[in-house]
């Protein structure tokens, strides 16, 4: 589980980091990224956005809890202070762990996190 610290939770944070971050998107996930002045102690804080054209309810939820998990793995190779917003569209719902986790690495390569799976991300 993502700690919580680690949560993008705020509305405001959420429009600052997709309107003024770097954006990639694949078939199933849109990253944005923000990098922001760093401030002692500050941890990178990931947040999800999972709307109903994903599926039902428990799918969502599903397709939520993968992401967390997957990103948690990567929580290392994001610099501090960042946000990170992550969407999933709906084909995701549809995916693998192993492949959520091969397209959240290619799009994290795409905002300019260098080579998130040879930093020791991978399982």
Same mark, same amino acid.
């Given at each position: 589980?993502?700690?919580?610290?680690?949560?993008?939770?705020?509305?405001?944070?959420?429009?600052?980091?997709?309107?003024?971050?770097?954006?990639?998107?694949?078939?199933?996930l849109v990253l944005h990224l923000l990098i922001e002045?760093?401030?002692?102690? *500050?941890?990178?804080? @990931?947040g999800f956005v999972v709307s109903r054209a994903v599926?039902?309810?428990? *799918?969502?939820?599903? @397709?939520?809890?993968?992401?967390?998990?997957?990103?948690?793995?990567?929580?290392?190779?994001?610099?501090?202070?960042?946000?990170?917003? @992550?969407?999933?569209?709906?084909?995701?719902?549809s995916m693998t762990s192993a492949e959520l986790r091969? *397209?959240?690495?290619?799009?994290?390569?795409?905002?300019?996190?260098?080579?998130?799976?040879?930093?020791?991300?991978?399982?």
């Amino acid at each position: 589980m993502l700690a919580a610290d680690h949560r993008l939770r705020r509305t405001d944070a959420f429009r600052r980091t997709v309107k003024s971050g770097r954006r990639a998107g694949s078939r199933a996930l849109v990253l944005h990224l923000l990098i922001e002045r760093a401030v002692d102690d *500050e941890h990178p804080k @990931v947040g999800f956005v999972v709307s109903r054209a994903v599926g039902s309810a428990v *799918e969502r939820n599903l @397709v939520k809890r993968r992401l967390r998990h997957i990103v948690k793995e990567f929580m290392t190779t994001l610099p501090p202070s960042s946000k990170l917003v @992550v969407r999933a569209q709906p084909v995701a719902a549809s995916m693998t762990s192993a492949e959520l986790r091969a *397209e959240l690495a290619r799009c994290l390569r795409r905002v300019g996190i260098a080579d998130p799976l040879a930093a020791g991300a991978s399982t």
